[in-house]
């Protein structure tokens, strides 16, 4: 069996399971666009079809998880931010507040500022930054968490402050 024509064969059944998951059909069709760039690439691919196909579904279910999974991360980084905003910090745009940032940032350990260039910066998924850094994805979720608790941190300790406060 040809691996892109057996993988291309399943594309409806993998884009009606992605809409079950997902409840959006663009989502959904976002979804198997890269179930079937990974399964092209990946090296280990089920030749029979019996094997294939929930193979293939379980790349799009992981796909589908890992993005649930860093919507909830930007959602509770962007909840974040807001606290921060809501106690006086300067807006995104402030020059100050890039400072803070930039110095932040630059005081994490270097495995620290790995993980967040990876996946908060360059925009990489759970999945690719550990297959990219050579670890487990929950060790990816793990290190992200401890980084970005340890940049708030540093960004609420900084000595650099407004000149004044904003209204």
């Given at each position: 069996?040809r ?9 409806p059944?993998l884009?009606?399971y992605a809409v079950?998951?997902?409840g959006?059909v663009t989502?959904?069709e976002d979804v198997?666009h890269?179930a079937?760039?990974?399964a092209?690439?990946?090296?280990n ?8 196909r929930?193979w293939?579904?379980?790349?799009v279910r992981n796909l589908?998880?890992d993005r ?8 509770e980084y962007s909840r974040?931010?807001g606290r ?7 807006t995104?745009?402030?020059p ?10 630059e005081?994490?350990p270097?495995r ?9 910066i ?6 690719e930054?550990?297959?990219t850094i050579g ?13 970005r608790r340890a ?7 900084s000595?650099v402050?407004?000149?004044r406060?904003?209204?």
């Open positions: 069996m691996k892109p024509r057996a993988i291309a064969a399943l594309r059944d884009v009606a079950s998951l997902t959006d989502r959904a198997v890269d079937i760039v990974r092209l690439q990946a090296r691919v089920p030749r029979r079809s019996a094997e294939l929930p293939a579904f379980r790349v589908v998880i649930y999974r860093k919507n909830l991360v930007r959602a974040e931010q921060l905003f809501d106690e006086g910090q300067a995104a745009g402030d100050i507040e890039a400072l803070i940032v930039r110095q932040a940032f005081r994490l270097r620290d500022r790995e993980i967040l260039c990876l996946i908060d360059l925009g990489f998924s759970y999945a930054a550990a297959g670890i487990p994805v929950g060790t990816v979720m793990s290190r992200v968490s401890r980084a940049m708030m941190t540093l960004m609420e300790g000595n402050r407004p000149l406060q904003r209204k």
